[in-house]
């Protein structure tokens, strides 16, 4: 089996339900992985995506905020989510394939603007989530897997713009690329964007904030594809899709593709 799977905080998937429509209709990923959803499952716009073929669904929701789906042309069986640091936020999902690869859909928490934990509790929140997912992964180690999402860190230095300007900064600090990488190396879990591309800037998000995003250009790849290593050997074909940044209104994030012969 071969498929096509991508990933995107889309941040809203009503309000941007017209660029998802494009990108499914554009690229035609096999299965699409969302974050930031920001709808109770029972109102995402479903007809749209299964007019495309996507006719399988297995998402949690809230009601304005968080929220993470995965829709898909093939069947999926839901096999759980976990609220990791008990937030009681939708941060995560779990569906499996009908080839047993199962495939986990992560929104971790941004972490607010200071990095320190004893002044942002939001900062904490990130750091238990990780080390939560860390112990998890300790206990059960995955297998024949793959883990997606928005993890709202860039772990390399050439993840992000500029690295020591960075450091400080919410998302390159280097206690959060430290439990980061201790999840990724509990689960055994490679890197495919990295796999396929091991050198060079790469980006998956730009804020809203710089007048022309483009131009400027200060990303952070903060969104990611991994794969137990026991598969990994068989993703390939990773890529961004940058230009996405440039629909009209757009999610500040791109999607991250790769693919799978598996």
Same mark, same amino acid.
């Given at each position: 089996?071969?498929?096509?799977?991508?990933?995107?905080?889309? +941040?809203?998937?009503?309000?941007?339900?017209?660029?998802?429509?494009?990108?499914?209709?554009?690229?035609?990923?096999?299965?699409?992985?969302?974050?930031?959803?920001?709808?109770?499952?029972?109102?995402?716009?479903?007809?749209?995506?299964?007019?495309?073929?996507?006719?399988?669904?297995?998402?949690?929701?809230? @009601?304005?905020?968080?929220?993470?789906?995965?829709?898909?042309?093939?069947?999926?069986?839901?096999?759980?989510?976990?609220?990791?640091?008990?937030?009681?936020?939708?941060?995560?999902?779990?569906?499996?394939?009908? +080839?047993?690869?199962?495939?986990?859909?992560?929104?971790?928490?941004?972490?607010?603007?200071?990095?320190?934990?004893?002044?942002?509790?939001?900062?904490?929140? @990130?750091?238990?989530?990780?080390?939560?997912?860390?112990?998890?992964?300790?206990?059960?180690?995955?297998?024949?897997?793959?883990?997606?999402?928005?993890?709202?860190?860039?772990?390399?230095?050439?993840?992000?713009?500029?690295? @020591?300007?960075?450091? @400080?900064?919410?998302?390159?600090?280097?206690?959060?690329?430290?439990?980061?990488? =201790? =999840?990724?190396?509990?689960?055994?879990?490679?890197?495919?964007?990295?796999?396929?591309?091991?050198?060079?800037?790469?980006?998956?998000?730009?804020?809203?904030?710089?007048?022309?995003?483009?131009?400027?250009?200060?990303?952070?790849?903060?969104?990611?594809?991994?794969?137990?290593?026991?598969?990994?050997?068989?993703?390939?074909?990773?890529?961004?899709?940058?230009?996405?940044?440039?629909?009209?209104?757009?999610?500040?994030?791109?999607?991250?593709?790769?693919?799978?012969?598996?």
């Amino acid at each position: 089996m071969t498929f096509k799977l991508a990933t995107w905080n889309i +941040n809203s998937v009503r309000l941007r339900e017209p660029i998802v429509l494009k990108l499914l209709a554009q690229e035609s990923p096999d299965i699409l992985c969302l974050q930031e959803c920001k709808s109770p499952v029972e109102k995402i716009p479903l007809d749209g995506f299964r007019s495309l073929g996507y006719q399988h669904i297995v998402a949690r929701g809230q @009601k304005g905020y968080n929220g993470v789906a995965i829709l898909s042309k093939l069947p999926l069986k839901d096999v759980g989510g976990v609220d990791y640091a008990a937030l009681g936020h939708a941060r995560h999902v779990a569906a499996q394939l009908e +080839n047993g690869v199962t495939i986990h859909n992560f929104y971790v928490p941004a972490g607010g603007d200071k990095p320190d934990r004893d002044i942002n509790e939001k900062f904490g929140q @990130k750091l238990d989530y990780l080390t939560e997912m860390r112990d998890a992964f300790h206990v059960d180690k995955p297998e024949k897997s793959i883990l997606v999402g928005d993890l709202n860190i860039a772990p390399r230095e050439d993840d992000v713009w500029n690295h @020591k300007s960075l450091l @400080k900064i919410v998302s390159h600090t280097p206690v959060e690329v430290d439990h980061l990488g =201790a =999840a990724q190396d509990a689960g055994g879990w490679v890197d495919i964007t990295r796999q396929d591309i091991p050198q060079g800037q790469l980006y998956s998000w730009w804020s809203y904030r710089a007048r022309d995003w483009d131009a400027a250009d200060k990303g952070r790849r903060l969104d990611h594809i991994w794969a137990t290593d026991d598969i990994s050997n068989s993703g390939h074909s990773s890529h961004i899709l940058r230009d996405a940044r440039g629909w009209e209104k757009p999610s500040d994030h791109a999607p991250v593709f790769a693919t799978f012969d598996l």
